[in-house]
């Protein structure tokens, strides 16, 4: 019967260290293992009878093919959706309505100064500064949905529509205020609408 | 003709078709892990010694997405390695027939065509 030769203390880091370099990451700890485990085997095995060398080693990395099919097998990516145009349309609609209504409102209440008579009047920062946070969430999504798994797309457009409804039904009353409101209640439906539809797509797999 | 699976795209192309397969028929004899499997393809001639290893685990973790296989990691006793163990599941078992019918009919249908072309 063949003994298995145990791996000396020097090949195991050099192991550990190919395997981290390969799939880094606390949430890959599994794969990491699993491949850690293919690869000790394989050494062992190359090495049936003597003792395991670094030579091993490298052969067991070259026998499992190069590292972007080693990448692919143990740590993928996960999934993306599956985007088309009318998600695209849908939230740059949604960023360039939120970005329209506070620019024509004038900037909301958080970016005015107070005159001395007492009214509030915008101050070009201010409107800038909800222009940007009330456009961005689309574009956040936009970006969730491009490059990151999908399910991320539903937490800025979620976010956004939530606040946006609630915005709509505080609404102070005035025909400018009510058509602010009605603006950013569209813009945050049209955001959520818009990761929904991705999210019912097929998903795309990275090697795909 | 030697019975090693040769190297050349189209044995490639040919062996990656049935590689879904032939793990499903590894599985049913019971769990392995991923080294092992590996070991049987090699040694039944469905996988060229060269060919890349990682392509095995990419067939298990489709066959795993697709609810055909499942993973569960070992705990072995006497401090031995955990390790990760695949095995088939009720719907890769029907799945695995109905690909195994298939194979046959295509089997079937190559040797006639191939005998009698049009």
Same mark, same amino acid.
């Given at each position: 019967?063949?003994?298995?030769?145990?791996? &000396?203390? *020097?090949?195991?880091?050099?192991?550990?260290?190919?395997?981290?370099?390969?799939?880094?990451?606390?949430?890959?700890?599994?794969?990491?293992?699993?491949?850690?485990?293919?690869?000790?085997? +394989?050494?062992?095995?190359?090495?049936?009878?003597?003792?395991?060398?670094?030579?091993?080693?490298?052969?067991?990395?070259?026998?499992?093919?190069?590292?972007? #099919?080693?990448?692919?097998?143990?740590?993928?990516?996960?999934?993306?959706?599956?985007?088309?145009?009318? *998600?695209?349309?849908?939230?740059?609609?949604?960023?360039?309505?939120?970005?329209? +209504?506070?620019?024509?409102?004038?900037?909301? #209440?958080?970016?005015?100064?107070?005159?001395?008579?007492?009214?509030?009047?915008?101050?070009?920062?201010?409107?800038?500064?909800?222009?940007?946070?009330?456009?961005?969430?689309?574009? $956040?999504?936009?970006?969730?949905?491009?490059?990151? &798994?999908?399910?991320?797309?539903?937490?800025?457009?979620?976010?956004?529509?939530?606040?946006?409804?609630?915005?709509?039904?505080?609404?102070?009353?005035?025909?400018?205020?009510?058509?602010?409101?009605?603006?950013?209640?569209?813009?945050?439906?049209?955001?959520?609408?818009?990761?929904?539809?991705?999210?019912?797509?097929?998903?795309?797999?990275?090697?795909? | 003709?030697?019975?090693?699976?040769?190297?050349?795209?189209?044995?490639?192309?040919?062996? /990656?078709?049935?590689?879904?397969?032939?793990?499903?028929?590894?599985? =049913? #004899?019971?769990? $392995?892990?991923?080294?092992?499997?590996?070991?049987?393809?090699? =040694?039944?001639?469905?996988?060229?010694?060269?060919?890349?290893?990682?392509?095995?685990?990419?067939?298990?973790?489709?066959?795993?997405?697709?609810?055909?296989?499942?993973?569960?990691?070992?705990?072995?006793?006497?401090?031995?390695?955990?390790? /990760?163990?695949?095995?088939?599941?009720?719907?890769?078992?029907?799945?695995?027939?109905?690909?195994?019918? *298939?194979?046959?009919?295509?089997?079937?249908?190559?040797?006639?065509?191939? #005998? *009698?072309?049009?």
């Amino acid at each position: 019967m063949t003994t298995t030769p145990a791996i &000396p203390p *020097e090949l195991e880091a050099r192991i550990h260290e190919r395997i981290a370099r390969l799939g880094p990451g606390r949430r890959r700890a599994a794969a990491r293992a699993e491949l850690h485990d293919h690869v000790v085997q +394989a050494v062992q095995a190359m090495a049936a009878g003597g003792r395991p060398g670094p030579e091993h080693v490298e052969a067991a990395f070259a026998a499992l093919g190069s590292d972007r #099919e080693v990448r692919e097998a143990f740590f993928p990516r996960p999934p993306r959706a599956r985007l088309q145009w009318p *998600e695209v349309a849908l939230l740059a609609g949604a960023a360039a309505l939120a970005g329209l +209504a506070i620019a024509l409102d004038g900037g909301g #209440e958080a970016s005015c100064e107070v005159t001395g008579t007492g009214r509030c009047t915008a101050t070009a920062s201010g409107v800038a500064w909800d222009v940007l946070a009330f456009a961005a969430p689309p574009l $956040v999504a936009l970006a969730c949905l491009a490059w990151l &798994p999908a399910w991320t797309a539903l937490l800025p457009s979620g976010a956004f529509a939530a606040v946006t409804l609630l915005r709509a039904m505080s609404g102070s009353g005035g025909a400018a205020e009510l058509a602010l409101d009605l603006g950013l209640l569209g813009a945050g439906a049209a955001t959520l609408a818009a990761v929904l539809l991705a999210l019912r797509r097929p998903r795309r797999s990275p090697d795909a | 003709v030697s019975d090693e699976p040769s190297d050349d795209e189209w044995s490639r192309q040919l062996r /990656k078709g049935v590689l879904d397969l032939a793990i499903l028929s590894r599985l =049913q #004899e019971g769990p $392995v892990h991923g080294y092992a499997l590996i070991a049987s393809l090699k =040694q039944g001639g469905l996988m060229a010694a060269e060919g890349a290893e990682a392509t095995v685990y990419q067939a298990l973790q489709r066959l795993a997405r697709l609810g055909l296989a499942m993973a569960d990691w070992s705990h072995p006793d006497e401090g031995g390695r955990p390790r /990760k163990m695949y095995a088939i599941t009720p719907r890769g078992r029907a799945e695995r027939q109905r690909m195994l019918a *298939e194979w046959k009919a295509l089997g079937r249908a190559v040797a006639r065509y191939l #005998e *009698e072309p049009a």
